[in-house]
């Protein structure tokens, strides 16, 4: 589970950098694309602004073919409060822009499992694919505005993975 997961995040990862090269974020004084694992990172009273921030929820896994196939479930979190140079006004349309974003960065909707352990990191047998993201209704909290689309995320178990 832990390579699909690691997979589809470096697919996004990768994607948002070349569909948004400026949407990035600082994490522990580094600059990197404006995407992060919410269990990756340090625990937040409120989520970051302008930042796609991936919660993973639910697991299930069918038994009955050949392979099992595990099914994860992802939160895609994103708020923004608009720009300082529209005092906040553009929220509306700040979120619009990170809604296309992302559903840029979900096509295509498959992409080879890699196994991340190993420098540089080494192919699997098979792939990781998801579904369509379903958008909640856009949230309002004070200055921001924000929603959550979700995915789920399919891969086949391959000999000797957990």
């Known amino acids: 589970m832990q390579n699909a997961r690691d997979t589809f995040y470096v697919t996004l990862r990768n994607r948002l950098a070349t569909v948004s090269p400026d949407r990035t974020v600082v994490m522990r004084a580094v600059t990197r694309p404006g995407i992060l694992v919410e269990d990756a990172e340090a625990v937040a009273a409120q989520l970051p602004l302008d930042v796609f921030v991936l919660r993973w929820t639910k697991l299930a896994t069918d038994t009955q073919l050949p392979s099992i196939l595990t099914q994860l479930t992802c939160e895609i979190h994103y708020a923004t409060a608009g720009t300082q140079s529209n005092s906040g006004l553009d929220r509306g349309r700040c979120l619009e822009e990170m809604d296309d974003e992302l559903l840029q960065i979900l096509c295509p909707s498959s992409t080879p499992k890699m196994n991340y352990t190993h420098t540089p990191a080494a192919q699997m047998g098979t792939c990781v694919f998801w579904s369509q993201a379903i958008f909640d209704t856009a949230t309002i909290g004070r200055e921001r505005l924000g929603r959550v689309a979700t995915?789920?995320?399919?891969?086949?178990?391959?000999?000797?993975?957990?």
Do not use: L, P, R, T
């Open 151 to 162: 995915v789920n995320v399919f891969a086949f178990q391959e000999q000797g993975e957990k």
